[in-house]
């Protein structure tokens, strides 16, 4: 029997393309599956008001081709969706990567042949694919998820889930809107749609630690400057915990005096991007204490921006420390709650009892409203995954062996499920997204090439391996305070018929040591590799 592809890719995301464009220069056969009717993942699907980067724009490119970043100009330092989306499609134009992908496709599952040696996946319409090599390259927040709460079938109105939001324009002017979430996307989302609502109705389980994007445009002369620097950014990028330019501060939090500490955190909340999280005090993410004080920084910010005191204390976080979930970064998000068209309601005091065809009813009382807006999340991580029948060796069941969280050597190989490759999964070195989905592709391409030059039909792992791996993420990740906290870093934020403890689901060692431990891994001549 011979395969039809060398080579399948599930996704055409930022890691897929990629993917797509290191198989293709092998001379492999290689298709790549995705469900969207066109390129670009999240940043295909994420088209809400408000959407954009976090990550420094010109530290997100791909940096594969000199000739792309010198092409391709950024016009603001945080791109907003519409631009990223232009980015990837030129990107997929320029390397001709759409003939290599199958748009508007489902993978309901894949299955492993062992008589065979060979991936067989089948479509949510019925057509079938086989392949020597599977790479899932799904994403990290992919799969969304709704609420838990009775009724929703029932609403008449318009509702959207914000991974969801339509193609076509939204007309939100003058309407009366409910959103559920105030996690990273609604913050982005709430500040632009107050603008032009008739009323806008936050519904809010937990606050969040936010603080300000500072967003500015890039001019020409800015742009040529930062072209000019590409070997250094990138170069910083690779020698930072979490690829960023933010590096951490060398310094413990009590090593300096309170007027110290306090001036550079006022530094840090004055500059762009992530530099308030990823280079902030060594012990701030470690030391309770340290992260006390630091969150008390922020939460006087808070009270300093929201006129209401009652509501301010509503919007500071009482159950987890500054930077132990993933830090949303805002424009004029706390100022949105001065405005008189804008209402919060906590979910605590007031519970969501049901949606009703009107809007939502709570506890006090019904709301009606126009259009209900779903800012509630993604199963992170693994839910894309697991939203596949992925099955090896005797039928065993990935999301079975993954029901208590994900086992993986290095991220990228699973015990009894031979030639699939993962790009980008759990126990994988996460973090500024492209810098870190481009070595995990480079690495899953040198493993295919190997087992390929040296004609080798399977490419397995052992369970010893995948338990030591996930061992060793695991106390990677002791004594981290995110690591204690519920959130979509740990897997916890699914629908409530699957209730998660918090579970560590990345490599918590920093993507440099990551990089060091899998560049061993090949040197050694791939140990814990087995091919056959």
């Not at 992908?101 to 062992?114: C, L, R």
């Not at 809107?177 to 109705?201: F, S």
């Not at 199963?379 to 993954?402: C, H, S």
Request: proline share 5%; glycine share 8%; net charge negative.
């Amino acid at each position: 029997m011979s395969t039809e592809y060398d080579v399948i890719i599930v996704g055409a995301g930022v890691a897929g393309l990629y993917q797509i464009h290191k198989i293709k220069e092998m001379g492999l056969k290689v298709r790549c599956l995705e469900a969207a009717p066109k390129i670009g993942g999240t940043w295909y699907w994420n088209r809400y008001p408000g959407a954009r980067f976090d990550s420094e724009s010109w530290t997100y490119g791909y940096s594969f081709s000199k000739e792309l970043l010198e092409e391709w100009d950024w016009t603001e330092d945080f791109s907003p969706q519409p631009e990223t989306e232009k980015y990837l499609n030129y990107v997929a134009d320029k390397f001709d990567l759409k003939s290599s992908i199958d748009f508007n496709t489902m993978v309901k599952s894949a299955h492993f042949d062992e008589k065979e040696s060979l991936w067989n996946l089948t479509t949510e319409e019925g057509k079938k694919y086989t392949c020597r090599f599977f790479v899932p390259a799904v994403g990290i927040l992919s799969a969304a998820v709704m609420p838990d709460i009775p009724g929703v079938e029932t609403y008449k109105g318009i509702s959207y889930h914000t991974h969801k939001w339509p193609q076509s324009e939204v007309d939100l002017t003058g309407k009366r809107v409910g959103i559920i979430g105030t996690g990273a996307t609604a913050v982005q989302i709430i500040p632009e749609i107050a603008k032009i609502v008739g009323n806008l109705t936050v519904f809010q389980r937990t606050p969040n630690w936010c603080t300000p994007l500072h967003n500015k445009k890039i001019p020409k002369d800015r742009m040529e400057q930062i072209k000019k620097n590409y070997d250094e950014i990138l170069e910083l990028c690779t020698q930072t915990p979490g690829c960023y330019i933010h590096s951490t501060d060398p310094r413990s939090t009590f090593e300096v005096s309170d007027e110290e500490r306090t001036a550079f955190w006022e530094k840090l909340y004055a500059e762009p991007g992530f530099g308030i999280w990823q280079g902030n005090f060594k012990d701030m993410l470690t030391d309770r204490t340290a992260n006390t004080m630091m969150s008390e920084f922020l939460a006087e910010k808070i009270r300093g921006r929201v006129n209401d005191p009652i509501l301010a204390e509503k919007l500071i976080p009482k159950d987890h420390g500054f930077g132990t979930r993933r830090v949303p970064q805002e424009t004029g998000y706390y100022e949105t709650y001065n405005k008189e068209n804008v209402q919060l309601i906590d979910i605590n005091e007031n519970p969501i009892l049901e949606i009703i065809p009107e809007g939502i009813r709570t506890k006090e009382g019904d709301i009606e409203l126009d259009i209900i807006i779903y800012a509630t999340g993604f199963d992170a991580i693994t839910g894309a995954f697991e939203r596949i029948d992925i099955k090896g060796i005797n039928g065993k069941e990935l999301r079975e062996l993954w029901d208590d969280g994900p086992v993986t050597y290095l991220g990228v190989l699973v015990a009894d499920f031979p030639n699939m490759f993962i790009c980008m999964g759990p126990h994988s070195g996460l973090g500024n997204y492209t810098r870190t989905a481009e070595y995990s592709v480079e690495w899953v391409s040198d493993l295919i090439s190997h087992a390929v030059q040296n004609d080798k039909r399977n490419v397995q792992t052992s369970e010893l391996a995948m338990d030591e791996w996930t061992n060793h993420v695991l106390s990677l990740g002791e004594g981290l305070l995110m690591n204690e906290i519920g959130s979509w870093m740990t897997g916890v934020n699914r629908n409530l018929a699957h209730k998660r403890k918090p579970r560590i689901m990345r490599y918590s060692g920093g993507h440099p040591a990551y990089r060091e431990f899998c560049d061993k891994v090949k040197e050694d001549g791939y140990r814990h590799i087995v091919f056959s």
